[in-house]
C-alpha cells in the first residue's frame, strides 16, 4: 500500500510538497560538507570562544581608554576580584563604591547597569544603594548606564528613584 493512497485529498499538496523540497535539494551541493553531531558541536564552541576573546579584547581596550592603563597592566587586572576594588578604593580607577564594605563596585558605564540590576538581591538598604548609584553616575557622566525609566524619572525632576 502506498501513503498516497491514504492521503486524503488529490494529492496536490504532496506535489506541492515534492516539488519544494526537490528546490530544495538543489541548492545543496557536492561540494556542502555535512558535520557530525561531534564536530558541529566543536564548531560553535570555537565560535563561543572566539566571541569571548573578542568581547574580552575590547572592554580591555575600553578599560585602557577610559583608565589610561596599558595592556598589560589590563591583562594584569582581573576586573571581578578584589585588586579591581582595591584600584578603585586608592583612587588608580575613577568611580566608587554604592554598598558598604566595598560592595557594588562602579568604575563604569556597564559597572552602574550591573550594580543597579543587582541591587535587590543584596541584603542592604535598596533606596541607599540606588541613592548611590545615581549619585556616581551623575558624578563621572555614567547616566547611560542607569536603565530608561530611571533617566526618564530624572528628566521629569524627579530623584529617579522607583
Given at each position: 500500500?502506498?501513503?498516497n493512497?491514504?492521503?486524503a485529498?488529490?494529492?496536490?499538496?504532496?506535489?506541492?510538497?515534492?516539488?519544494?523540497?526537490g528546490?530544495?535539494?538543489l541548492?545543496?551541493?557536492?561540494?556542502?560538507?555535512?558535520?557530525s553531531?561531534?564536530?558541529a558541536?566543536?564548531e560553535?564552541f570555537?565560535?563561543?570562544?572566539?566571541?569571548?576573546?573578542?568581547?574580552r579584547?575590547?572592554?580591555?581596550?575600553?578599560?585602557?581608554?577610559?583608565?589610561?592603563?596599558?595592556?598589560?597592566?589590563?591583562?594584569?587586572?582581573?576586573?571581578?576580584?578584589?585588586?579591581?576594588?582595591?584600584?578603585?578604593?586608592e583612587g588608580?580607577?575613577?568611580?566608587g563604591?554604592?554598598?558598604?564594605?566595598?560592595?557594588f563596585?562602579?568604575?563604569?558605564?556597564?559597572?552602574v547597569?550591573?550594580?543597579?540590576?543587582?541591587?535587590?538581591?543584596?541584603?542592604?538598604?535598596t533606596?541607599?544603594?540606588?541613592?548611590k548609584?545615581?549619585?556616581?553616575?551623575?558624578?563621572?557622566?555614567?547616566?547611560?548606564?542607569?536603565?530608561?525609566s530611571?533617566?526618564?524619572?530624572?528628566k521629569?525632576?524627579?530623584?529617579?528613584?522607583?
Open positions: 500500500m502506498n501513503l493512497d491514504t492521503y485529498g488529490n494529492g496536490a499538496r504532496m506535489a506541492a510538497n515534492k516539488k519544494k523540497r528546490r530544495a535539494e541548492l545543496v551541493t557536492s561540494n556542502d560538507n555535512y558535520l553531531a561531534e564536530d558541536m566543536g560553535i570555537a565560535r563561543k570562544r572566539a566571541r569571548g576573546k573578542e568581547f579584547e575590547m572592554k580591555m581596550a575600553d578599560y585602557r581608554d577610559r583608565m589610561g592603563l596599558t595592556f598589560a597592566e589590563c591583562e594584569d587586572y582581573d576586573f571581578a576580584d578584589k585588586d579591581y576594588r582595591l584600584a578603585i578604593k588608580k580607577m575613577k568611580g563604591f554604592a554598598g558598604e564594605g566595598m560592595s563596585p562602579i568604575a563604569s558605564p556597564e559597572d547597569r550591573s550594580a543597579w540590576s543587582s541591587v535587590g538581591r543584596s541584603d542592604q538598604n533606596d541607599k544603594i540606588q541613592k548609584i545615581i549619585q556616581l553616575a551623575r558624578k563621572h557622566n555614567w547616566m547611560n548606564g542607569l536603565p530608561k530611571v533617566l526618564d524619572r530624572i521629569k525632576g524627579g530623584s529617579g528613584l522607583p
